[in-house]
């Protein structure tokens, strides 16, 4: 495995990857890495030549009084982690090497980032998009792999891929859980022991939304609330948001229809955690990934 600290010798070595004739999958993290992540290389080691994952703490889409300093950061686990997943490559630049100057221009995504996390963290998905167009130009992934607990997230990096025209396809991979169902994150580290234990409320009340709308539940309203006395009744909490929208699109409807995410966010103490379940309504409804 190599670990590869510059942009100028990752770009490097993946033209001469390209020039091989070699299929590159890419991971892109934050460090830290988790059994999510590595679920993610696992599925990038089995579809491509070379798996790189890069951990880079994006300052762009942190806000002013987000975790920014406090993230978790351990880059000897990582690496460890890393080599025994199979990863062939770790990009591990530096804020310097990311943005040796004031950028020239900005990206705003204008879609799809003015609801769930976007309403609460203005600016965050400008900053993930614009990271994402220099990782691309950088590591040139033939594929690029997401975990669908940042579904809002991959919405958007589809349209920025089919915008900016790169050849590369997203893969979404299922979301990987602890065995009481809460959704494995780097940030689950922030849980006091009171909130680890009333965590996995989150995803059981997805379920319970998810049972209520295959018995035919169709009004959104009705949906959040019971998402929303769950959680409250459950957890110590502070609820960002409970939503119920078409996806990919991130749109409202009146009536359930097509394919549609439950998403939630909650606040602990020291942590923000997301989770989501994607369904499809027709006839029947039934559980499916994210494509």
């Known amino acids: 495995m190599q670990i590869i600290t510059t942009s100028a010798m990752m770009q490097q070595k993946a033209a001469e990857l390209k020039r091989q004739g070699k299929t590159i999958g890419y991971v892109p993290t934050m460090g830290y890495l988790h059994e999510g992540h590595l679920k993610l290389v696992k599925n990038s080691v089995g579809e491509n030549d070379i798996t790189v994952i ?6 762009l889409q942190f806000g002013p009084n987000e975790d920014l300093e406090a993230y978790p950061r351990d880059p000897k686990r990582d690496t460890e982690l890393a080599r025994e997943a199979g990863v062939d490559v770790i990009f591990m630049p530096d804020a310097a090497d990311m943005y040796p100057n004031e950028l020239s221009m900005n990206i705003e995504v204008t879609k799809r980032a003015d609801v769930l996390c976007g309403r609460s963290r203005p600016g965050h998905f400008n900053g993930v998009a614009t990271v994402l167009i220099k990782l691309f130009n950088i590591i040139l992934p033939d594929r690029v792999y997401f975990g669908s607990k940042d579904a809002q997230q991959t919405a958007i990096v589809e349209g920025l891929i089919a915008d900016f025209n790169f050849p590369i396809k997203l893969i979404a991979v299922e979301t990987a859980r602890e065995a009481d169902g809460l959704a494995k994150s780097s ?8 909130e680890r234990q009333q965590a996995p409320a989150i995803y059981r009340s997805l379920l319970k939304a998810e049972k209520i709308i295959k018995d035919g539940e169709s009004d959104p309203a009705v949906i959040t609330q019971l998402v929303k006395e769950y959680i409250e009744k459950n957890t ?18 009146i009536r359930l229809e097509g394919k549609v995410i439950i998403a939630i966010a909650v606040k602990f103490s020291k942590a923000r955690l997301i989770d989501n379940l994607i369904i499809t309504v027709n006839k029947e409804v039934t559980k499916c990934s994210v494509q």
């Open 236 to 253: 110590d909490g502070v609820i960002d948001y409970v939503e119920v929208l078409s996806y990919p699109q991130l749109s409202y409807q």
């Open 187 to 194: 940030r689950n580290v922030y849980l006091l022991n009171n």
């Open 54 to 59: 890069s951990i880079f703490v994006n300052p």
